[in-house]
């Protein structure tokens, strides 16, 4: 069973870490292959409707959630730092499309995942910092939790 330690809700940084029973190429890729994050990113992954991925600091990432007649949204940022299987850096921007075609952004902030080795098992750790409102934070973090509990069935763990 893994173990979600988080900073307090609400608070600045978002920080959870968590051991996953698997190698720490098997949890970096489960970050980094769009058929592995359309089975555990998001409150409800199947709300993912298309994955753009181009691994490679600059690049760019795009999630894509089911739209709605009313609006919408994705999940997007670039790579900042790739180094497989230690550390992922990455900007985070939420954006919502409007039925009328009014575009809104969340500012950016910066999420940096890090997973240290520990036998047959890794340490994730996650800090999701700059986000600017407390809401924001509230979001971010349940979100959080709850992907990194699917990301713990995708690796054949139970919470």
């Known amino acids: 069973m893994i173990d979600l330690l988080t900073s307090p809700a609400g608070k600045n940084p978002v920080v959870i870490s968590a051991v996953f029973p698997a190698s720490s190429e098997r949890l970096f890729d489960a970050w980094t292959q769009a058929d592995d994050l359309r089975r555990w990113f998001g409150n409800d992954p199947s709300d993912l ?61 910066q999420v940096d995942v890090q997973f240290e080795p520990m036998g047959a098992a890794t340490r994730l750790t996650l800090e999701h910092k700059e986000i600017s409102t407390r809401s924001g934070r509230l979001g971010v973090g349940t979100g959080w939790h709850n992907s990194l509990k699917a990301l713990s069935h995708l690796l054949g763990e139970t919470v």
């Open 49 to 109: 409707s298309a994955i753009e991925l181009d691994l490679k600091v600059g690049g760019l990432w795009r999630f894509h959630m089911r739209t709605t007649s009313n609006k919408s949204e994705c999940l997007e940022g670039h790579y900042i730092e790739i180094r497989r299987p230690r550390r992922l850096r990455f900007s985070w921007t939420h954006v919502v499309v409007t039925h009328d075609d009014v575009v809104k952004h969340t500012p950016p902030s």
